[in-house]
């Protein structure tokens, strides 16, 4: 994330204000500047950073979430988690270069229980790409569109 270096996750980790790969959706400008070097003024652009982060598109999050990468582009067409986790076996099988195989490794990830535990702290904390959509009627055209 811009901004946000190598040095400063290590500071995170080691005081235990990031334990897992979403808690840093919880990071306040008050915990960042509990950190020793940073300032007010530094965490507080560092928390417009962590925010405007949230807003990344479904394909960026899909890959920092570690989906296999070779189903990320037909799985980013579907624009959500909720879409994704809907998706049969046969129709990832009509994806080019997506076999039996594969589709067992795709679904074995999505049904990881750290992966369903993070897909559902990323909805509670409103992360767009991970929000329920309504798949009904025309909303479901409207997003898709």
């Not at 979430?65 to 990320?72: C, H, R, S």
Request: glycine share 6%; proline share 4%.
């Amino acid at each position: 994330m811009a901004g946000i270096g190598g040095a400063t996750w290590r500071s995170l980790v080691q005081q235990q204000k990031v334990r897992n790969m979403a808690d840093w959706l919880q990071l306040t400008p008050e915990l960042l500047s509990s950190l020793p070097g940073i300032s007010l003024k530094k965490a507080q652009k560092m928390f417009v950073q962590l925010q405007l982060s949230r807003q990344k598109t479904f394909r960026q999050w899909l890959s920092a979430i570690g989906f296999p990468a070779f189903a990320v582009k037909e799985a980013a067409t579907y624009r959500s988690w909720s879409r994704v986790k809907d998706i049969t076996p046969s129709q990832w099988q009509r994806s080019t270069g997506i076999g039996e195989r594969r589709v067992a490794d795709i679904l074995d990830f999505i049904r990881h229980p750290q992966v369903e535990a993070l897909t559902q702290w990323l909805r509670e904390e409103n992360v767009p790409a991970f929000v329920e959509v309504n798949t009904s009627g025309a909303d479901a055209e409207s997003v898709s569109n």
